[in-house]
């Protein structure tokens, strides 16, 4: 049986390769180990392995996994959708939100973001046409969104989130990468301070990084299965 590390080294390695091919610094990217439905047991194992950053969709499942792991330097990033009687455990308990796509969700996060805390890293997540997809904000509509955080105190707007369809050609896939890198660049160039381009999972994480993904979002390529249905 392969084990995380074993894994988590060959997630690194293709990373490590893709970031090459496209002439980019090996350190250009952050791999976010997406543990919902793992065990305390296996991110320990993946911290062991030099993992730092984890992503949870799941507000109740992750609470206890977080006060379990309190003592590691873990930096937690929420990857579900957000329900409006979670933004309080959200807002204190997580460092970055990648999946904010109304405005309502911004202003309870900014509200409840404790004030001891440095401000919460937001991503905006961009509905890029996906059939049957609900969350995320459209393509036109993320300027507007992208205004009201900018004027949030407590949320710092770090850049956009995608996550495309199953089932599309590598090629479709590159092009919603690509759009939505053309996306950031254009904040980029409106004057908002976006760094942060999260995109790519265990199936595209390659074509993600070759259009300029600097935040990958990967589970199951590091912890194998999940026991309940993915989402
Ligand atoms: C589950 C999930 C992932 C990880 O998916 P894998 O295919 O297991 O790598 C990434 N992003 C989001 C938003 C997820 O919900």
């Known amino acids: ?14 990373v490590r390769e893709s970031l090459e091919r496209a002439g980019r610094a090996s350190d250009d990217v952050t791999i976010v180990a997406v543990s919902k439905q793992q065990s305390t047991a296996s ?14 969709s799941y507000v ?9 792991l309190e003592s590691l330097d873990v930096t937690w ?11 309080r455990a959200i807002a204190a308990r997580f460092q970055w939100v990648h999946t904010v796509d109304r405005d309502k969700a911004a202003r309870r996060l900014d509200a409840q973001r404790p004030t001891f805390a440095p401000p ?11 059939e049957g997809q609900k969350a995320g904000v459209a393509p036109d509509d993320v300027r507007a969104l992208a205004a009201v955080v900018r004027e949030l105190p407590r949320l710092r ?13 590598p090629q479709a896939t590159l092009a919603r990468f690509l759009e939505l890198a053309q996306l950031q660049a254009s904040l980029a160039a409106e004057g908002y301070g976006v760094d942060t381009l999260s995109m ?9 990084l070759e259009a300029g993904s600097n935040c990958v979002r990967i589970g199951t390529a590091i912890f194998g299965g999940r026991a309940g249905s993915p989402r």
């Open 1 to 14: 049986m392969t084990s995380i590390t074993d894994h988590l080294a060959t997630v690194r390695a293709r």
């Open 43 to 56: 991110i320990q194992d993946a911290y062991r392995a030099g993992q730092r950053d984890f992503g949870e």
């Open 60 to 68: 109740q499942e992750a609470e206890p996994k977080l006060d379990a």
């Open 77 to 87: 990033h929420f990857i579900g959708r957000i329900q409006a009687n979670k933004t």
């Open 120 to 130: 919460l890293n937001v991503l905006i997540q961009v509905n890029q046409g996906a």
């Open 157 to 169: 707007l770090r850049g956009l989130m995608t996550i495309p369809p199953a089932g599309l050609t």
């Open 200 to 208: 790519g999972m265990s199936g595209d994480f390659e074509l993600a």
